[in-house]
């Protein structure tokens, strides 16, 4: 079994040591196609005369593959027993049907709706050239001039970078690069990254999307690159900061460079003043960057609605 893609991971509370001081990490096969399975994982915590609260929910897509040829080997079907497992399989089943649904719908594919296009273009009035330029000559200049205190930052300015060398001790069973080690590099890049652009602490909220297309060898290069694709504010959080990190790996023999994993974080600051930086794209490219940090944002504030709803 491998880990094809982590679809979400949802922080639903604060995670402190002062206020949790056990944990339980619970996993349930939830759906099983073929030769892919979903798993659900939860994180609670365990508090004396307290009751049991979910402080995390996570999202996995695991598949299975043949020792020897590496092809797609089918795994054993779920056998629901009872009215839980059944639900359980039901959501697993409208988790597929929405994530093939989000895939068809990746701006990647299709071109954004009419509401995202006018949403963009009301970010470049009020953010863009237009809205301070006086000359092309000028234009390095007047961007630098806030709008209505705002500080706008070009998104391929955000871009930070680090290249780490791949040792057999971050190995996992199939003597390529664990994907939990990726993970942490990514995870602390991103970090590093949106720490910089808000200039204060923030918390994890979500990691928005996870995809492992190609393996990491032990031995190679991996660079990781890091871009804040959204920045925002809603009524919980005075800051919510969207960033891409992207892993491509490079064969120290040949240069050859191929993307492997692509992630998908969002951090976020409850105190405290308003964000008054704002992440601004320049090209196309960039802009449907930041119309899917925006849809990842969106998506993350409905999971915790929903669960806020049903506590």
Not at 95 to 123: M, Y
Not at 180 to 199: D, H, I
Not at 264 to 284: N, Q, S
Request: charged share 25%.
């Amino acid at each position: 079994m491998v880990t094809a893609a982590v679809d979400r991971l949802d922080m639903l509370h604060l995670l402190t040591p002062y206020n949790v001081k056990d944990l339980r990490l619970s996993g349930h096969v939830i759906y099983v196609g073929k030769s892919s399975m979903e798993v659900a994982v939860r994180m609670e915590s365990l508090e004396q005369g307290k009751p049991v609260q979910t402080m995390m929910l996570g999202r996995f897509t695991m598949v299975c593959r043949d020792a020897v040829t590496h092809k797609s080997r089918s795994v054993s079907p779920l056998i629901l027993s009872t009215p839980e497992e059944k639900e359980l399989h039901a959501i697993g089943e409208e988790h597929k049907v929405r994530k093939h649904a989000l895939q068809q719908g990746s701006l990647s594919k299709v071109p954004p709706s009419s509401a995202e296009s006018r949403i963009l273009h009301e970010l470049f009035l009020n953010y863009g050239e237009g809205s301070v330029f006086v000359s092309d000559s000028q234009s390095e200049e007047s961007f630098d001039i806030p709008v209505n205190g705002v500080e706008r930052v070009w998104m391929e300015d955000t871009k930070i970078e680090s290249l780490t060398l791949m040792y057999p001790q971050s190995r996992n069973i199939h003597s390529k690069i664990f994907g939990g080690y990726l993970m942490r590099l990514a995870y602390e890049l991103g970090y590093a990254n949106a720490s910089l652009f808000t200039k204060c602490p923030l918390r994890f909220l979500s990691l928005d999307g996870l995809t492992f297309r190609l393996p990491v060898p032990i031995g190679s290069a991996l660079r990781l690159t890091s871009t804040i694709c959204h920045t925002t504010t809603d009524e919980q959080h005075r800051a919510l900061v969207n960033v891409w990190v992207q892993a491509n790996v490079i064969d120290s023999q040949t240069g050859d460079e191929q993307t492997t994993n692509n992630f998908y974080f969002t951090w976020c600051r409850e105190d405290g003043e308003d964000l008054k930086r704002t992440v601004v794209p320049k090209t196309y490219q960039e802009a449907m960057q930041w119309l899917e940090g925006k849809r990842a944002v969106e998506l993350g504030a409905e999971i915790r609605g929903l669960r806020r709803a049903s506590e």
